[in-house]
Every structure is written in C-alpha cells, then in structure tokens.
T-cell receptor, first 113, second 114 residues
Framework: AQSVSQHNHHVILSEAASLELGCNYS??????LFWYVQYPGQHLQLLLK??????LVKGIKGFEAEFIKSKFSFNLRKPSVQWSDTAEYFC???????????FGKGTRLHILP | KAGVTQTPRYLIKTRGQQVTLSCSPI?????VSWYQQTPGQGLQFLFE???????NKGNFPGRFSGRQFSNSRSEMNVSTLELGDSALYLC?????????????FGPGTRLTVT
C-alpha cells in the first residue's frame, strides 16, 4: 500500500530564510507526486505536481520540488520565504493506474516577520 | 465559476447518531472525492465517485458510505457516530481522473461528535 511520510510536523523560519520540507513515499512502481498548500482560512490548493519528465518541478509562488527516485523522495523547496508562506503543506502520492491520492500528515510552516 | 461547496459547514452530533454531508462540485466536474482531515492523521482518503459510481475506496469502516447523483452532487453518510469521527470532512472535485485533472477542494464540514 502507498504511504507518505512528512518528517517535519512544525517548522518555524524567519523571512528570507531558505525552506526545504521533506517528503518520502513508499511504493515500488510508477508514482505521481503532489504538494498541496492550505493557507489560514483558505481551501486546500495544488502547489505543484510531478508526473514524468524533468524531476525538478516548478510550482506557484516560487516553490519547486525535486523527485529523487532512488531515495523515494519529493522534497519541497523555496530559496527565500515570505511571511505570506505561513500555511500547512501536504505532500501526496498517487500510484499509476489508481485514482486515489494518499496524503501525508502535513507540515505546519510558520514564518516570522 | 463557483467553487466546490459543502453543506453544512459545521455540525454537532451525539455519539450513536448518523449524519449526512453534502458536496456540490464545480460545474462540469464529474469526479468527487471525500477526505477526512484530523490533526493527528492529516488527510485520509475516504472514497471517490465518478458518474454515480464509486471508483475508489479508502480504508474506512462500512459506517462510512457515500453516493453521487446524476448532477454530480455527492453525499456522504456516517452511521452510528463515534467520538473519533470528529474531524473536518473535505470534498474535492475534478473533471475526471484525479491524476490527469487538478482537484479543487471545498471549505469542508466540521463535524463534532459529543
């Protein structure tokens, strides 16, 4: 069965710091990978996704993620965070030929102004 | 274009009762997925419906059920409520297969079981 692990439950950074949120999945076959974000008081929304091709994926608001197949990882990065990036971030995986998306438990990111 | 709507937004029920939650997808979307969100477990997949048929199901007991109508609106039902069912229930819609089309999430229904 597929599963997703997000190692950091709560991250606190100052503005302009660099960000990396870890995500590892367990599934031996072909996967599709996602990062979702939930800003305070807002709906969950897609940040970026990887299906195939270039393992470095760029998303909205300056976020990017790198798929490393050998490490079963899909870490989210941003070179310089802003206060407005305060949110909860969810990594998710879908196994090919399956129509369900399995989410990690989320990482709460708090940016200090 | 209106987003995904869920009703009611808040609900308080007593243990042992049953509850029905409703989700109206974005116009034209035929796939509706349901998730349970709790602080300890994050988002857990409940089930997905497409064209009135359940296409996928998560690992939840049979007390959790759902259905989809011909207009793509969906309902989920939880019978014999337990305290552990207290959670935010999210609905998401997409045009078709969730791996090909982006899912759009609703605001959720906050269920509290006392």
């Amino acid at each position: 069965a597929q599963s997703v692990s997000q190692h950091n439950h709560h991250v606190i950074l100052s503005e302009a710091a660099s960000l990396e949120l870890g995500c590892n999945y367990s599934y031996g076959g072909t996967v599709n990978l996602f990062w979702y974000v939930q800003y305070p008081g807002q709906h969950l929304q897609l940040l970026l996704k990887y299906f195939s091709g270039d393992p470095l994926v760029k998303g909205i608001k300056g976020f990017e993620a790198e798929f490393i197949k050998s490490k079963f990882s899909f870490n989210l990065r941003k070179p310089s965070v802003q206060w407005s990036d305060t949110a909860e971030y969810f990594c998710a995986v879908n196994a090919d030929r399956d129509d369900k998306i399995i989410f990690g438990k989320g990482t709460r990111l708090h940016i200090l102004p | 274009k209106a987003g995904v709507t869920q009703t009611p937004r808040y609900l308080i029920k007593t243990r042992g009762q049953q509850v029905t939650l409703s989700c109206s997808p974005i116009s034209g979307h035929r796939s509706v997925s349901w998730y349970q969100q709790t602080p300890g477990q994050g988002l857990q997949f409940l089930f997905e419906y497409f064209s009135e048929t359940q296409r996928n199901k998560g690992n939840f007991p049979g007390r959790f059920s759902g259905r989809q109508f011909s207009n793509s609106r969906s309902e989920m039902n939880v019978s014999t409520l337990e305290l552990g069912d207290s959670a935010l229930y999210l609905c998401a819609s997409s045009l078709d297969r969730v791996v090909s089309y982006e899912q759009y999430f609703g605001p959720g229904t906050r269920l509290t079981v006392t």
